[in-house]
């Protein structure tokens, strides 16, 4: 088995990697501008995705121009969130280079898509038995849906980890999963990170909520989409806090909701009651304004303030310090919730504001910390590690190597025989 590496290696976005010039796994984009997607498209004879997150999902309809029917192989959840997020994508950025596929490679995508659940081995171009693949997903805790992806050739098993996580979230459990593999390709996007436990970012995240509302003020909690908004709106639920909910991450809540999703979630009843808790906002422009002059919670996409909603909530909030913007994810260099954090002031809309309510940050990260990596990796002592999937994957891979680990870091372009 050899693996090239498409996306993804060294960086965060635009996770690619293709085994044996067959087998696609994963096929993001990096939504920065401009965007940037995988170093080559490749011809794939099947594809099995992760989740449903952009940079992991965002290139996919793409590969289906022409006469390219390779068949997708992911959970329902990571199913029904691509589709979501290329419709999104289509809507936005259609007929640019900012969105490399039409609307017939997104109706192509449902119809080769096939769907299975956690621990379900499946063949793949005929299985392990006949020159293919006998595959596994195993739930990595990241986001709904989300799987690790173990791989067997009949030679060789390679775990590919995809995100993951391994603390508990309130949606979510963390991961349990260790299948016996010869070689694992791990993500590092928190490899030089260690985190308080979850339970205090979320004491200190709710006594924040608390006090803004009890001084009379507003907080517009900016969050991405997929899984951060839900999480969040949960949280919330579990601690009795009232809250609206705007932006995509509410299309988001409903497909998870749908009955054929809900096994994908630690208990169903948690979303469900978040979803009870918070009031969705219908998206008019007068109806924001009016909420935002509430004491209250809005709990909006975008998660980094370069769109959505919260390009309404922040200017009609931002003059008055008693107020708040408190963000619950990693906020990328050049992006306007990162500018806030440092300087005080944002470019919204084009237009640079000055910005008096209070700017925090809780990181709520749906990624494993150092700690959590290493406790992941201790089960593979013995195995291959390729590390890939974030900022620093050399210096991780050294630190591994130098705990005894088989290690390295590849770059892009890369061909690993295993």
Not at 90 to 111: K, M, N, S, V
Not at 266 to 279: G, S
């Amino acid at each position: 088995m050899d693996v090239e590496f498409l996306g993804g290696a060294r960086e965060i976005g635009r996770s690619a990697i293709l085994v044996d010039d067959r087998l696609l796994l994963d096929y993001g984009m990096d939504s920065g501008d401009p965007p940037r997607f995988p170093i080559r498209e490749p011809d794939p004879d099947a594809v099995v995705v992760s989740h449903g997150h952009l940079d992991h999902v965002g290139s996919l309809p793409s590969l289906l121009s022409g006469d390219a029917r390779p068949p997708v192989y992911w959970t329902s959840p990571t199913r029904d969130l691509a589709l979501l997020l290329a419709r999104d994508t289509l809507d936005l950025h259609g007929g640019t280079y900012d969105c490399p596929f039409t609307e017939a490679e997104i109706a192509r995508l449902t119809q080769v898509s096939t769907t299975h659940g956690y621990r379900e081995p499946f063949s793949v171009l005929g299985g392990a038995d006949d020159g293919g693949y006998d595959v596994t997903f195993y739930d990595a805790g990241h986001i709904p849906g989300s799987a690790h992806v173990l791989v067997d050739d009949g030679e060789t098993r390679l775990f590919y980890s995809g995100d993951f996580h391994t603390e508990d979230q309130q949606l979510l459990a963390g991961t349990t999963a260790r299948p016996e593999a010869d070689a694992v390709i791990v993500e590092s996007t928190y490899a030089d990170t260690e985190r308080e436990p979850r339970s205090a970012i979320e004491s200190a995240f709710v006594e924040s909520l608390r006090t803004t509302l009890w001084e009379g003020g507003t907080v517009v909690v900016p969050a991405f989409a997929i899984g951060r908004t839900q999480e969040v709106l949960a949280i919330c639920a579990a601690h009795d806090v009232e809250c609206y909910a705007d932006g995509m991450g509410t299309r988001v809540a409903e497909l998870l909701t749908r009955p054929r999703n809900r096994e994908f979630l630690r208990d169903p009843d948690v979303l469900r009651r978040a979803t009870a808790n918070a009031r969705f906002v219908t998206g008019r422009t007068g109806q924001r304004k009016r909420i935002a002059a509430q004491s209250t919670v809005i709990v909006t996409t975008s998660g980094m303030l370069h769109g959505g909603p919260a390009m309404t909530y922040v200017p009609e909030i931002r003059t008055h310090p008693v107020n708040k913007i408190t963000f619950t994810g990693y906020q990328v260099d050049g992006t306007p919730g990162r500018e806030l954090l440092e300087t005080g002031s944002a470019e919204i809309d084009g237009q640079l504001m000055p910005i008096s309510a209070r700017a925090e940050h809780y990181d709520f990260s749906a990624h494993a910390d150092r700690n959590g990596l290493r406790d992941f990796l201790d089960a593979y002592a013995d195995a291959t590690i390729l590390v890939n999937h974030g900022d620093r994957c050399e210096r991780f891979a050294s630190d591994l190597c130098g705990a005894g680990y088989d290690a390295a870091a590849p770059e892009l372009g890369d061909r690993c025989a295993l």
